[in-house]
């Protein structure tokens, strides 16, 4: 199988690369490299590119025929969507619209989709399933949502079918050590405290403990980068033996609060981590858990590693190789 993975070369692009080669499959990677890392690219061929370079990604399709095309090149800081809207306008829906039009020019029919969670907004159930309300609060999930509603135009126009993959919170790493996160700047909870174990930063901030929780922190669902992956991979079987456009949520199904995130890695590092109390953040839900049962029952999929411990073990191994403790 031929595989274009856009973004391959991120955190999860680079997961999903690394199960491709695999698994046999003939993988190009094309990445700006703006925060991906070309020494993560495992397998295949790495060709540096962007979404928005319209020439580039036509030459990328005259000279490659592909099976299925796989999207990971997205923006995803929630803040930094706030502050400025038309980057993530232009990356995650203009540019995701290049890329369509030049797949329906080349009768390239199979598109996989990174989207979110965020596309659902504040919860007005938990656990979150696929058919519960879409009123994203923030620009980056509004242009998600955004793409989601282009493919549905595109499928019915163009015959281009597509899974949307909504993802809750991405962790861990690959249980190899060969792969992880290294954002810059990081923003997601487990690498930042494991931060702290290793010296990297000082402390970690907790913002707030009046949630309506256990024990008061906010809850989410984390999953682990390399059950998305395989995910991703049933979810490409899942389009060539249907053929039909379909949307998963994928989560762990069950949630996480981020002091028994903070207290595990306390435990698997056996490093002292100092925590600091802030105020809660605007639109940061109580609780937000995905119901995956969907993905389960239609794709066959079954998170390998659900067991928060699992994924903290697989991140600190690859913050130590990073960071030298």
Same mark, same amino acid.
């Given at each position: ?7 391959g ?8 690369v690394k199960l491709l080669?695999?698994?046999?499959c ?5 990445d700006?490299l703006?925060f991906? +890392?070309?020494?993560?690219?495992l %397998?295949?061929d790495?060709?540096?590119?962007d ?9 990328l399709f ?16 929630v803040?930094?969507s706030?502050?400025?809207p ?6 995650n829906f203009a540019?995701t619209?290049?890329l369509l ?9 199979? %598109?996989? %989709? ?5 596309i659902f ?6 656990p979150?399933?696929?058919?519960h309300?879409?009123?994203p609060?923030?620009p @980056?999930g509004?242009?998600k949502w ?10 019915r126009?163009?015959?281009?079918k ?5 993802y809750?919170n991405a ?9 992880g996160?290294? +954002? ?14 290793t ?11 009046d @949630? ?11 999953? +682990? ?22 949307r998963?949520?994928l ?6 609060s ?8 306390k ?6 981590i ?5 105020a809660?953040r605007?639109?940061?839900p ?10 389960q029952?239609?794709l066959g ?7 928060l411990q ?5 991140a ?5 190789k990073? +960071?030298?403790?």
């Amino acid at each position: 199988m031929k595989v274009l993975v856009v973004g391959g070369a991120g955190y999860i692009g680079s997961h999903m690369v690394k199960l491709l080669g695999q698994q046999g499959c003939d993988v190009t990677v094309f990445d700006n490299l703006s925060f991906g +890392h070309a020494d993560a690219v495992l %397998f295949g061929d790495l060709i540096v590119g962007d979404l928005a370079d319209t020439e580039a990604l036509e030459q990328l399709f005259e000279t490659r025929i592909f099976d299925v095309v796989m999207h990971f090149a997205s923006s995803i800081l929630v803040g930094e969507s706030v502050a400025d809207p038309a980057k993530y306008y232009r990356n995650n829906f203009a540019n995701t619209q290049n890329l369509l039009d030049v797949m329906v020019k080349h009768d390239v029919k199979h %598109f996989i %989709f990174s989207s979110t969670a965020a596309i659902f907004g504040e919860p007005q159930y938990t656990p979150i399933d696929e058919q519960h309300p879409k009123q994203p609060i923030n620009p @980056y999930g509004r242009s998600k949502w955004m793409v989601e509603q282009m493919l549905e135009d595109y499928d019915r126009a163009y015959g281009l079918k597509s899974i949307c993959l909504r993802y809750f919170n991405a962790c861990g790493a690959d249980p190899d050590g060969e792969l992880g996160e290294r +954002h810059d700047p990081e923003t997601h909870l487990i690498p930042l405290v494991l931060q702290v174990a290793t010296g990297q930063r000082r402390d970690i901030t907790v913002f707030g403990q009046d @949630y309506d929780t256990q024990d008061g922190t906010c809850i989410r669902d984390y999953i +682990h980068v390399s059950d998305l992956s395989m995910a991703h991979w049933l979810a490409i079987q899942e389009l060539f033996r249907y053929n039909q456009s379909k949307r998963f949520n994928l989560g762990n199904g069950q949630g996480f609060s981020v002091q028994q995130v903070i207290d595990i890695c306390k435990d698997v590092t056996q490093k002292n981590i100092p925590v600091i109390y802030g105020a809660r953040r605007e639109g940061d839900p109580d609780v937000l858990v995905a119901d995956a049962r969907l993905a389960q029952n239609e794709l066959g999929w079954q998170p390998k590693y659900p067991a928060l411990q699992s994924i903290i073990e697989h991140a600190w191994q690859w913050e130590k190789k990073v +960071h030298g403790k």
